[in-house]
C-alpha cells in the first residue's frame, strides 16, 4: 500500500490551514490596547453608579437603583463600585470574545476578516473603550453582542423583536444616550433577521417583519425620549440626591456629575454645546480625536460596504443595509452634538461598526445560511485591502490620545512598567485606593 501525502498544502489551501499565529497576535494586540488605556475607575464613572430613583424618577438612574437591593451604604462604598465596575469589564470582554468566535468559525482562512478584527484590536478606540472603566456603556457592549449571537441562532421570526425592546428600555433608563450608540446596530441585526429568514415568505409576513422592526425602533427611540425629557431633574430634587448619597459615600462625588441631570437635551444643544465648541482648545480636541479615528473606522466601513456587496440578496435589500450600516457607525459620533466626550463617542462607533460586521457575517455567511453567496466569493483579502488594514491597524497602535484620555491620564507604553507598579500598589493597600 502506498503511504498517504504527507507534503504540506500549498496555494490557497496553505493560507486556509487552521494555524495559531492569527489568534495568538489578536489577542496580543488587544492586550497591548487594554494595558495602553486600563485605569481605575473615575470618580464621574462612580458617581454616576450611585444614581437611583429614591428622590423621584430621573434619567440615568436604573443602573444605582437596581443596586440599591444591596443596601444604601455598602453600594456607596468606592470598594463596591470598582467591584462593579470589573465585572462589567469581564463581562463585556466575554461577550466580544463569543463574538469573535462565532465570526471565526468555520473561516479560520479569511485574511480580510482577520484584518478587520485586528483593526478593532489596535484602533484608539478600543484604547478608550478600556480606559473608560466604570462606564454604563459596557452595559451596551454587552448586551448587544449577546443580542447579535441569539438573534442569529434564532428560528422565531418575531421575537427577536420582542427581545430587542426590553433590551432598548433598560439601555435608556441606564442612559438615555446609549439608544444614539446601539439602536442603529440592533436595528441592522433584525433587519438581517428579517432579510434571511423572511426570504421565501408570504408578501404579509414578510411587511409584519419589517413593521415588527420599524416598532423596535420606535419604541427604543422613545424610550430615550421619555427618559431624557421625563427624567431631566429639578436643582432640588438634584439636591436631595446628592446629599443622601453623600451620607454613605466614601468617596468624592463628581458634583459636575450631578448637575448634568438638570440640564435638557435643548440646553445641550442650544447653549451648552456651541459654547463648548466656539473656544479653539474644544475645537481641536474634536478634530484631532476623530482624525486619529478615521483610519480604523474607514477601514471597517469600507470592509463592511464591500461585504455587503458581495451577498446574494436584492438590490434594494443590499441599498437598506447598507445605509443602515453606515447609520449605526455614524450615529454615535451624532453625540458630539450634545456632550464633549469625542473620544467616547469615537470608540462606541469602532463597536457599533463591528458589531453590524459580526451581523453580516453570522447572518449571511454561517455555514447554515440559506442565503446564496457564491461560494468564497465573500471573502475579501485582496492586496489593497490588506494594505489599508495594515495602516489602520500602525496608525492605531503608534496613537499616542495624549490629553484625550480621561482627568489628565497619557497612554501608557510597552512595557507598561506604570501599569503593573499601580497593580502592586493596589494588592499591597488591600484594594483600598481611591482615585
Known amino acids: 500500500m502506498a503511504d498517504p501525502d504527507t507534503s504540506p498544502p500549498t496555494g490557497r489551501a496553505a493560507l486556509e490551514t487552521p494555524t495559531f499565529h492569527i489568534p495568538f497576535i489578536t489577542a496580543l494586540v488587544f492586550a497591548v490596547s487594554m494595558f495602553k488605556g486600563l485605569r481605575m475607575p473615575s470618580l464621574w464613572a462612580a458617581t454616576h453608579m450611585t444614581f437611583n430613583y429614591s428622590q423621584g424618577f430621573l434619567r440615568r438612574g436604573l443602573f444605582g437603583q437596581v443596586l440599591r437591593i444591596f443596601g444604601e451604604e455598602r453600594i456607596y462604598r468606592y470598594n463596591f463600585l470598582f467591584l462593579c465596575a470589573v465585572v462589567l469589564f469581564v463581562l463585556a470582554a466575554i461577550a466580544l470574545l463569543l463574538l469573535i468566535r462565532r465570526m471565526f468559525a468555520g473561516e479560520r482562512g479569511d485574511r480580510g476578516l482577520q484584518a478587520a478584527t485586528l483593526v478593532l484590536a489596535a484602533s484608539p478606540g478600543m484604547v478608550f473603550l478600556v480606559h473608560e472603566i466604570g462606564y454604563l456603556d459596557y452595559m451596551g457592549i454587552v448586551a448587544v453582542p449577546l443580542f447579535v449571537l441569539w438573534a442569529a441562532r434564532s428560528r422565531r421570526l418575531f421575537l427577536v423583536f420582542y427581545v ?18 446601539f439602536a442603529p446596530a440592533m436595528l441592522f441585526t433584525m433587519v438581517c433577521h428579517i432579510t434571511t429568514r423572511g426570504a421565501g ?12 422592526a420599524i416598532l423596535a425602533t420606535v419604541g427604543a427611540l422613545a424610550a430615550s425620549s421619555v427618559s431624557g425629557t421625563l427624567g431631566t431633574a429639578n ?12 451620607r454613605h459615600a466614601n468617596f468624592s462625588l463628581r458634583g459636575d456629575g450631578f448637575d448634568a441631570l438638570q440640564r435638557s437635551l435643548r440646553d445641550n444643544l ?15 480636541y474634536l478634530i484631532t480625536s476623530l482624525a486619529v479615528s478615521l483610519p480604523g473606522l474607514a477601514f471597517l466601513g469600507s470592509y463592511g460596504v464591500r461585504l ?15 445605509f443602515i450600516f453606515l447609520a449605526a457607525t455614524v450615529s454615535p459620533l451624532l453625540l458630539n452634538f450634545i456632550g464633549w466626550d469625542s473620544a467616547r463617542w469615537n470608540a462606541i462607533a469602532f463597536m457599533a461598526c463591528f458589531f453590524c460586521l459580526a451581523s453580516i457575517r453570522l447572518f449571511f455567511l454561517a455555514p447554515t445560511t440559506t442565503i446564496e453567496t457564491k461560494g468564497r466569493s465573500h471573502r475579501i483579502d485582496d492586496g ?18 495624549d490629553g484625550y484620555l480621561f482627568d489628565g491620564y497619557t497612554v501608557r507604553w510597552f512595557p507598561f512598567l506604570g501599569q503593573f507598579e ?3 500598589d493596589l494588592i499591597k493597600g488591600g484594594f483600598k485606593t481611591i482615585p
Open 308 to 322: 455587503l456587496g458581495r451577498l446574494g440578496i436584492t438590490r434594494r435589500a443590499r441599498q437598506i443595509l447598507t
Open 422 to 424: 499601580s497593580a502592586i
Open 384 to 401: 489593497l485591502t490588506l494594505t489599508f488594514a495594515a495602516v489602520a491597524i500602525v496608525t492605531g497602535l503608534c496613537t499616542s490620545y
Open 201 to 212: 415568505l408570504p408578501r404579509r409576513t414578510r411587511v409584519l417583519l419589517v413593521v415588527h
Open 270 to 284: 442650544l447653549v451648552v454645546l456651541p459654547r463648548h465648541w466656539s473656544h479653539p482648545g474644544n475645537r481641536n
Open 235 to 246: 436643582a432640588e430634587q438634584v439636591r436631595a440626591l446628592q446629599e443622601s448619597i453623600a
Open 164 to 181: 430587542a425592546i426590553p433590551i432598548s428600555i433598560i439601555l435608556a433608563l441606564i442612559h438615555e444616550s446609549m439608544i444614539v450608540m
